[in-house]
């Protein structure tokens, strides 16, 4: 086809140089955005590194297990932190997933079909509500009524160690727990929602028609697929009970030691950083920033080892489409 | 083993399926009562507080007096999340238009992909706290400032925003895609004619949710705006917000800030709630189309 083609030699079909620019431009415009957000998080590695740099050549390892944060001495050992951060996501976890994932088979299973939406919606809810409105109810609420209950517990069973014993203080660690156990129960619901979805339905009629009762159809076929996912999910509230701040500054005491028992007081990485940070210079500075890098390296490893959960429980079988999503705005649903 | 065949359940089968049934809903009951006890409290000490001068005045900060209502925070909110916004909407859509119009299969998509959903699990007190680094400790453009506090939300709103968008780009079918390929559209104008407009209502749908947790963070605005008392339109200024007079309020020995922390939380919740409602009902929309 001579005839067709345009001065410069090229065929009609073709679009001009300056016509394809602006696929060119789209093309490189969206992958350099896609790669902004791979260099800014690199980047925020490396500064929040470099920032605190100063208190782990001072302390070393002792910033993590050493077990002194005394801000008048400049020392830094953040072990009480640590501890802190550890057990009121414990304290979540063992309090939020059993109801999580209760409400979440209930709803899937045994709910009749009609309140099944306005139910999840219901729970979705809960994510809705900002951290700082729990912390509010926390400590105006939750501490307050809470306290009668928590001494009766506390003298009751005081020959268990580490429940019972010794003094009840009002801001504590089960109360910073309840709270986090509440606000990761609706992403720990959605994502065991979206996974018990996926159980096949020939494997609950088969246990069905092999005489199960529900309950036994449940334990049989929904929770034994659904396990590798739910897992997943609670990693994930696990993470968010991790870097939780706001809520958990205002009802655990901010002390920096180690309480001895579940209804003393103490800290927690996130916490100390938005308490102090306002009055801290130098050495005390960058120690919050330690903190920081301890709690983002934390969080990363959680939520890399729950997405391989997630991934595995929805991917694994059977693949089921709309994977991460699911994950990411479940929790903000509502 | 009996082999009677259909015989009736034993009773204490039934027994055990009985009480597990109880204790699944007691379970679905339990996660339910924070949320009645909270929108309980909500109301009872929050509504008290919602008066017209409570949304027409700004926090006085003085100890004695009326301590003042919170017109500056409701605003300065709205303008840190709306200059958030601004910033998190087209990065987030781009990235995710890179993700599934090039990205789909590559690998590099696939570390994009993945480094956004490590993003959604980062704590929001980091994204506060990278600002205070670069932005803060760097005087870029004075201390703390309100776009500062914008940009922290942005980068909380981004991973939303992507991992949204992308679902919802992923369900536009292909087959519209090759008919404007095939009738010599170039790749932009699909994208821009094609992809984007049959994916809106899905794309407002995930800003909005990013939007409405966006408002309701404190974390990153305690190490980026810091806070002030009256109403500023100017973003390079200390701003208020609402979570950070809640926060500071309910830090306050005082029982008139501890009130007005009840009512600004209403405020807030109800904010966020109508943003959420706002998002539901685009989806919906979008489903009837």
């Known amino acids: 086809m001579e005839a067709t083609s345009v001065p410069g030699g090229r065929s009609v079909l073709e679009r001009s140089p300056a016509a394809r620019l602006p696929d060119q431009a789209l093309k490189w415009g969206l992958t350099g955005l896609a790669a902004l957000i791979l260099v800014l998080l690199a980047y925020f590695f490396v500064r929040l590194i470099g920032q605190s740099h100063n208190v782990f050549s001072r302390f070393g390892l002792s910033f993590v297990f050493g077990n002194d944060w005394d801000v008048s001495r400049d020392i830094y050992h953040g072990a009480p932190l640590v501890v802190g951060t550890l057990i009121t996501s414990a304290i979540a976890l063992v309090i939020g997933v059993p109801v999580a994932v209760a409400s979440a088979v209930f709803i899937n299973e045994l709910c009749p079909r009609r309140v099944r939406a306005p139910l999840s919606m219901l729970v979705d809810l809960l994510a809705a509500v900002p951290s700082v409105v729990y912390g509010l109810w926390g400590v105006f609420v939750l501490i307050p009524k809470l306290l009668p209950a928590e001494k009766w517990f506390a003298s009751t069973f005081s020959f268990i160690p580490f429940i019972g014993g010794g003094t009840v203080t009002g801001p504590n660690y089960f109360i910073a727990g309840l709270i986090l156990a509440i606000m990761i129960l609706p992403i720990v619901s959605a994502i065991s929602r979206e996974v018990i979805a996926t159980v096949p339905s020939e494997h609950k009629e088969a246990a069905l028609a092999l005489g199960a009762t529900r309950w036994e159809m449940i334990r049989m076929a929904v929770l034994p697929y659904a396990r590798p996912g739910i897992t997943g999910g609670a990693m994930l509230g696990l993470g968010r009970a991790l870097g939780e701040t706001i809520a958990v500054v205002l009802v655990i005491g901010d002390a920096p030691v180690i309480g001895h028992n579940l209804f003393n007081q103490g800290y927690s990485l996130a916490a100390v950083i938005a308490n102090e940070f306002g009055e801290a210079q130098g050495l005390h500075s960058s120690a919050l920033f330690a903190a920081g890098l301890v709690l983002f390296v934390l969080t990363l490893i959680v939520n890399i080892i729950a997405r391989r959960f997630v991934t595995r429980g929805e991917r694994g079988h059977a693949g089921t489409g709309a994977t991460g999503m699911t994950i990411a705005p479940a929790g903000e649903g509502g | 083993m009996s082999v009677t065949g259909l015989g009736p359940v034993s009773a204490r089968r039934r027994r055990i399926d009985q009480a597990m049934r109880g204790l699944l809903l007691a379970g679905t009951v339990i996660a339910l009562i924070p949320l009645v006890l909270i929108i309980y409290y909500l109301l009872l000490k929050g509504l008290g507080q919602w008066t017209g001068s409570f949304f027409s005045s700004d926090p006085t900060g003085s100890f004695f007096g009326s301590p003042g209502g919170i017109r500056s925070a409701i605003f300065g909110s709205l303008e840190i999340v709306g200059l958030g916004m601004v910033i998190a909407i087209p990065i987030g859509i781009g990235v995710a238009l890179y993700l599934t119009e090039y990205g789909r299969e590559s690998w590099f998509g696939n570390l994009v992909r993945y480094f956004v959903d490590v993003m959604t699990g980062v704590p929001s007190i980091m ?98 705006t810091a806070g002030a008392l009256a109403l500023t339109g100017n973003l390079g200024a200390q701003m208020n917000a609402l979570p950070l007079q809640i926060y ?42």
């Open chain 2, 248 to 289: 500071n309020d309910i830090l306050s020995p005082r029982t008139a800030l501890q009130n007005r922390a009840w009512g600004a939380a209403l405020t807030l919740v109800a904010i966020v709630l109508i943003v959420n409602i706002l998002a539901r009902a685009v989806s919906r929309r979008s489903r009837m189309a």
């Open chain 2, 127 to 224: 994204f506060g706290l990278f600002i205070y680094i670069v932005l803060v400790l760097g005087h870029v453009g004075g201390a703390f400032t309100g776009w500062k506090a914008s940009v922290a939300l942005a980068l909380l709103m981004l991973p939303i925003v992507v991992r949204s968008a992308e679902v919802v780009l992923l369900l536009v079918p292909s087959s519209l895609r090759e008919a404007a390929l095939a009738l010599g559209a170039p790749r932009w104008r699909v994208v821009t004619r094609v992809v984007l407009p049959t994916a809106l209502p899905g794309l407002v749908t995930g800003s909005l949710l990013a939007v409405a947790r966006g408002m309701g963070e404190t974390a990153p605005l305690l190490f980026t």
